[in-house]
């Protein structure tokens, strides 16, 4: 079992930046796959980065350039840097774990509103 809490959400102007954080319950050394999703509001939760327990990332199409996901295994960390901010942007951001038993882990999400 993984508990994930996301935290660093907010409002912030088009062109800013935030950095969410996902703190998972236990070591995440052993989690193959974390992530970001997202969901805006009448959308379907959308894939935004994945990153391996090796540091692989994939991105979004949309994110390409943008956001960056990175992971701190000594923290249990995950993170999203999110730069150069768009009103598209704006949903509720969820975290991702899917360890090495194929169970699948969420967090309860945080919203991002970017304004324009």
């Known amino acids: 079992q993984v508990r994930l809490v996301e935290s660093g959400g907010g409002l912030v102007q088009a062109g800013g930046s935030l950095r969410l954080s996902c703190a998972a319950s236990r070591a995440i050394f052993s989690i193959n796959t974390m992530a970001w999703y997202r969901q805006a509001p009448g959308k379907q939760r959308e894939l935004v980065a994945t990153?391996?327990?090796?540091?692989?990332?994939i991105y979004a199409d949309s994110v390409k350039g943008r956001f960056t996901i990175s992971r701190d295994n000594a923290e249990n960390t995950v993170y999203l840097q999110m730069n150069s901010l768009e009103p598209e942007d704006t949903a509720v951001y969820f975290c991702?774990?899917?360890?090495?038993?194929?169970?699948?882990?969420w967090g309860q999400g945080t919203q991002v509103t970017v304004s324009s």
């Open positions: 990153i391996t327990n090796i540091g692989s990332t």
């Open positions: 991702y774990a899917q360890d090495d038993t194929r169970s699948n882990y």
